[in-house]
Structures are given as structure tokens and as C-alpha cells.
Antibody
Framework: EIQLQESGPGLVKPSQSLSLTCSVT?????????WSWIRKFPGNKMEWMGY???????NYNPSLKSRISITRDTSKNQFFLQLNSVTTEDTATYYC????????????WGQGVMVTVSS | DIRMTQSPASLSASLGETVNIECLAS??????LAWYQQKPGKSPQLLIY???SLQNGVPSRFSGSGSGTQYSLKINSLQSEDVATYFC?????????FGSGTKLEIK
């Protein structure tokens, strides 16, 4: 069974960096698919943040492009989110998810981790 | 970016009723649309892809339709377990974008 699990600090100070880990079991992230980060803000708005593909290429939402980095550790079957210079507007629940190409959809999601940006 | 306008924001209906949720894309997305259900405290689950294809294991009371810029999700015979927030998501172009969600409650 494929499972994704987010981990990371639940509280980050403004201007600092937010760092999260997605640990994947049941599937090797270098075998296929795109591995995404998505966030849900208070009030329900959902935002796709970006992905790292099975080959290691990345694609980011232009709204975040100067602040975001998605990397991976293939030996641990994990991928990571780093978001720099956070503000209170980055307070959200962060999800990692697998994106299928044919057909296209997010077929596996982590349970989500709530991150609050506050001093 | 393709903007997805979802309506209504909230919906209250009785058990057994039929409900419809709409998504309007800011441009033609050629049926590149998925619908997700998110129950309280859980992660989103795929219901529909390609605008009208039912994901394996999803009850047949869920159906999707639409084309061009207008899409809808229909839930027949509303059940108590359908209480959730529903999102549409387009994958015609990057960045992938979501509707603002519809919170469904039982009267």
C-alpha cells in the first residue's frame, strides 16, 4: 500500500524558512510520477506549490518561484519542501501528494501537517 | 493562471436529495478536471477525473459532467457520509489550480 507522511515543525517564525519532509512507503519515488506539495489555507483555499519528478526535475508555482525549493533523498525515499522568508500568510496545512499523468490526478495524499507562522 | 470559480461555497441538503456543485474555469480546460472530497480531518480523496470518469471504488451516486469552461459534480441520494468539502482542480495547464471548495452539510 502506498503511503505518504509529512513531518516537520508546526511553528515557524516570520522571515525564517519552513522545511517539511514527505516520507513515501510502498512505492519508489524514482520509479515514476510527480511528487507534489500542496497547501490548504484557513478558509479552504488550496494551492499547488510544485513538484519534483521521478527523474529529479522540478516545476514550481510561479507565485512561489523565488522562495520555494523541492529536493529529494532517493536513498531514504523522501522528498522535501523548503519555503523561505515565510510570513503569516504562509500559515496553512501542507500536504504531499503523488501526481499521476495518465490520467492526471492526485491519487495518493499524506494526512497533512499544519504549519503556523507566528512570532 | 487558470482561475477556477466554484459555487456554492456551502450547501445544506436533506438525506436522499440530489445536489449539484459547479466549477467555472477562466478558459477552456478541455475536460482536464478532477473532483476531490475532503472529509473533516482527512486528506482529499479523488472522486472524478477527466471531468466525468468515476475513480475506482467511488459510489455511483457521484457523477461529473461538463465541457469547455463549465463543469459540475452531482451527488444523487445524499448520504450522511457525504458530509465533506468538495474541490475541483484543473490540470490543463500549470500551475495546477483548485476551486475554492464547497462545504456540504446535512439538514
Amino acid at each position: 500500500e502506498i503511503q505518504l507522511q509529512e513531518s516537520g515543525p508546526g511553528l515557524v517564525k516570520p522571515s525564517q524558512s519552513l522545511s517539511l519532509t514527505c516520507s513515501v512507503t510502498g512505492y519508489t519515488i524514482t520509479s515514476g510520477y510527480d511528487w507534489s506539495w500542496i497547501r490548504k489555507f484557513p478558509g479552504n483555499k488550496m494551492e499547488w506549490m510544485g513538484y519534483i519528478s521521478y527523474s529529479g526535475s522540478t516545476n514550481y508555482n510561479p507565485s512561489l518561484k523565488s522562495r520555494i525549493s523541492i529536493t529529494r533523498d532517493t536513498s531514504k525515499n523522501q522528498f522535501f519542501l523548503q519555503l523561505n522568508s515565510v510570513t503569516t500568510e504562509d500559515t496553512a496545512t501542507y500536504y504531499c501528494a503523488r501526481y499521476s499523468w495518465g490520467p492526471h490526478y492526485f491519487d495518493y495524499w499524506g494526512q497533512g501537517v499544519m504549519v503556523t507562522v507566528s512570532s | 493562471d487558470i482561475r477556477m470559480t466554484q459555487s456554492p461555497a456551502s450547501l445544506s441538503a436533506s438525506l436522499g436529495e440530489t445536489v449539484n456543485i459547479e466549477c467555472l474555469a477562466s478558459e477552456d480546460i478541455y475536460s482536464d478536471l478532477a473532483w476531490y472530497q475532503q472529509k473533516p480531518g482527512k486528506s482529499p480523496q479523488l472522486l472524478i477525473y477527466n471531468a466525468n470518469s468515476l475513480q475506482n471504488g467511488v459510489p455511483s451516486r457521484f457523477s461529473g459532467s461538463g465541457s469547455g469552461t463549465q463543469y459540475s459534480l452531482k451527488i444523487n441520494s445524499l448520504q450522511s457520509e457525504d458530509v465533506a468539502t468538495y474541490f475541483c482542480q484543473q490540470y490543463n495547464n500549470y500551475p495546477l489550480t483548485f476551486g475554492s471548495g464547497t462545504k456540504l452539510e446535512i439538514k
